[in-house]
């Protein structure tokens, strides 16, 4: 449950890091690496846990819901879905299913 209470609170954070994002706002903008490197911040995830949520968040989220994201608001209701739903191949590696 500790991990889980983790992976929410990176998941959560991404927002905050798509706010800083790059200068035109579009999902080309997102960077991986940075992305991997906040959903590591605290060292307990593994890079391959960080790297699968980073690749979820890119690959769930069309340009309009990283647009949305990156200007600081929320995803819309499909794009939060999709990534819920891409995300969790991730928890399961991360708990060992």
Known sequence: MKKFIGIAA???????LAACGGDDGGSGDVDRDALIALFNEDGDMTQEMAECL???TIDSLDADDMALIMDG???SA???????????PCIELELGS
């Open 73 to 75: 608001g929320d995803p």
């Open 54 to 56: 980073a690749d979820a």
């Open 10 to 16: 990176s998941i959560m954070a991404v927002a905050g």
């Open 78 to 88: 499909e794009g939060e879905a999709a990534f819920m739903e891409a995300m969790q």
